[in-house]
């Protein structure tokens, strides 16, 4: 296939690009290159045949339209979105803008395009989400496809708008859609202002690894390598107007995980002192959602997927690709928001 990718320099969105292209599909790569934006990160396909780059916004009507006649892609996979929770509580208008009405114009684009194509049975619109849009499970239980939607943060919920977005283009228009919704995703490439890139920053630097609260929120990791594996099987073989929850099977929490990663750095760049000698617990984050954790019966029965990577094998193959790419982390440090808290002002 020819899929469009939109957001293909982050984080996500390289992740794709780069299994794509391993796996034989072209790629049309739109980005805006906003902050955390990365060409680095598609370093290693930027001369392979069929891959092309887009500068552009998907809040821009006309590029998309022109982008869309230019390439005429089988797919669109549209991960482009601001995606930081604690960025989120501090500006929550960019989320708005480009989360729901940069969908809205990417999803307009795609109709029209598919429309003068003669709405062809081929085409797909993928909409790729997060499992926040649920909102914060208690101590048992797990997020389904049919889970209600109640996102706490400004984040989710323009994310959540993006999701309804997509869904009713499908039911009006009839625009072939399909929906997936991920747990907190890690690995390779992960810019760094996210917990697992700070934890291993920090504590390379000697500064205080930063844990809000008492540590004991819950996550389902997700590797990113597995995330792209599964973001292609859907798009290739999901059921029209069907969504679909991935999630990595391995719940933990803050706490565990960081430690988790202070033994490893131990391991492979011991320092003078144990690196969880620097943890330290700081005020929560607003409306920090307690638990998530999602049940992936539909992935796995429908689509035989599951994910490869454990909790250890995919930390350790994280930590030590941050250890090799010290020219990546280096070229991050300058940008907004590196090394910095935000999400203080709720």
Request: hydrophobic fraction near 40%; glycine fraction near 8%.
């Amino acid at each position: 296939m020819k899929i469009l990718i939109t957001g293909g320099a982050g984080f996500i969105g390289s992740a794709i690009v780069r299994l794509a292209i391993a796996d034989g599909h072209s790629v049309v790569n739109v980005d805006a290159l906003t902050y955390a934006a990365c060409m680095d990160n598609v370093a290693l396909v930027a001369d392979a045949p069929g891959y092309a780059f887009e500068h552009a916004d998907i809040r821009d009507a006309a590029a998309m339209a022109a982008i869309l006649r230019q390439h005429q892609p089988d797919a669109i996979m549209h991960l482009a979105a601001e995606s930081h929770v604690d960025r989120s509580i501090d500006g929550p208008a960019a989320f708005i803008e480009t989360n729901v009405t940069g969908t809205y114009v990417l999803l307009e684009a795609a109709r029209s395009y598919w429309a003068e194509a003669g709405k062809p049975d081929t085409f797909r619109f993928h909409h790729i989400s997060t499992d926040e849009v649920f909102g914060s499970l208690g101590e048992t239980g797990f997020f389904t496809e049919d889970s209600p939607y109640q996102p706490n943060s400004p984040y989710s919920a323009s994310k959540a708008g993006s999701d309804h977005l997509v869904r009713a283009w499908h039911e009006t228009y009839g625009l072939p859609v399909v929906l997936t919704n991920c747990s907190n995703n890690y690995g390779p490439y992960q810019f760094p202002e996210k917990l697992i890139p700070v934890v291993i920053l920090n504590a390379l630097a000697g500064k205080p690894i930063p844990i809000y609260g008492a540590g004991d929120n819950i996550r389902d990791w997700l590797h990113v390598e597995d995330h792209a594996e599964a973001l292609l099987l859907v798009l290739e073989q999901g059921k029209l107007g069907r969504s679909y929850n991935i999630g990595g099977e391995n719940e933990m929490t803050n706490l565990d995980l960081v430690k988790m990663l202070c033994a490893i750095l131990d391991r492979l760049k011991p320092g003078k002192t144990p690196y969880a000698d620097l943890i330290t617990f700081v005020t929560d984050r607003p409306g920090h959602d307690r638990r998530y954790a999602i049940d992936p019966a539909r992935i796995r029965d429908e689509l035989n997927w599951r994910p490869s990577y454990t909790p250890e094998t995919g930390l350790e193959q994280t930590v030590q690709w941050y250890l090799d790419n010290g020219a990546w982390l280096s070229a991050l440090q300058d940008r907004s928001g590196v090394g910095v808290r935000l999400g203080v002002a709720g």
